[in-house]
């Protein structure tokens, strides 16, 4: 009897250390773990892989987007929009942050627990989901408006948790 628990411990631990670290992402960003309909990989561009990628997403943020009627975002200067770059934001920012208040509140409270530090292209999803619910806050009235900022604030907040999360912990 003993055998057979240690050995459903064992593999419940190998399951645990395979398909855990697997679907971690699933857990924050469900939309990046879905296929592209043109091949066999997933969708989940990262944009931040140099400084100078930093700068340019930075650039993508001032350069004035255009958000339409069904939430789409895309880059208004049209040389921006040309880069390779841009069609890793678009992809990000319209098929994989979520745009409902639904949605950012789920992965607002899913941050709050978060047991780690975030990975760089969750750190990357998540500062683009402000960027968009501070959109929506600003063109919000009334409730809503103050719906999307307690969003944008849970946001924040997470974020800031995130950034702290090594200097949070209690000395053993």
Same mark, same amino acid.
């Given at each position: +009897?003993?055998?057979?628990?240690? !050995?459903?411990? !064992?593999?419940?631990?190998?399951?645990?250390?395979?398909?855990?670290?697997?679907?971690?992402?699933?857990?924050?960003?469900?939309?990046?773990?879905?296929?592209?309909?043109?091949?066999?990989?997933?969708?989940?561009?990262? @944009?931040?892989?140099?400084?100078?990628?930093?700068?340019? @997403? =930075?650039?993508?943020? !001032?350069?004035? !987007?255009?958000?339409? %009627?069904?939430?789409?975002?895309?880059?208004?200067?049209?040389? @921006?929009?040309?880069?390779?770059?841009?069609?890793?934001?678009?992809?990000?920012?319209?098929?994989?942050?979520? %745009?409902?208040?639904?949605?950012?509140?789920?992965?607002?409270?899913?941050?709050?627990?978060?047991?780690?530090?975030?990975?760089?292209?969750?750190?990357?999803?998540?500062? @683009?989901? +402000?960027? =968009?619910?501070?959109?929506?806050? /600003?063109?919000?009235?009334?409730?809503?408006?103050?719906?999307? /900022?307690?969003?944008?604030?849970?946001?924040?907040?997470?974020?800031?948790?995130?950034?702290?999360?090594?200097?949070?912990?209690?000395?053993?």
């Amino acid at each position: +009897m003993l055998w057979k628990t240690l !050995l459903l411990l !064992l593999f419940y631990y190998s399951v645990h250390a395979t398909v855990t670290h697997r679907w971690s992402r699933a857990m924050l960003f469900p939309a990046a773990q879905r296929f592209k309909r043109s091949s066999t990989a997933f969708l989940n561009p990262v @944009l931040q892989n140099s400084l100078e990628d930093v700068v340019l @997403l =930075y650039e993508f943020l !001032l350069a004035e !987007l255009d958000i339409d %009627k069904s939430q789409r975002i895309s880059i208004k200067d049209e040389e @921006l929009a040309s880069l390779r770059k841009a069609a890793d934001f678009d992809t990000i920012c319209n098929e994989i942050i979520p %745009k409902s208040i639904t949605e950012i509140r789920r992965l607002s409270s899913r941050l709050s627990s978060y047991p780690r530090v975030l990975k760089k292209e969750d750190f990357e999803k998540t500062v @683009l989901t +402000m960027v =968009y619910t501070a959109y929506r806050a /600003a063109q919000s009235q009334g409730h809503q408006k103050d719906t999307w /900022a307690e969003s944008f604030v849970n946001l924040y907040k997470a974020l800031k948790h995130d950034l702290m999360f090594p200097y949070n912990k209690e000395p053993s």
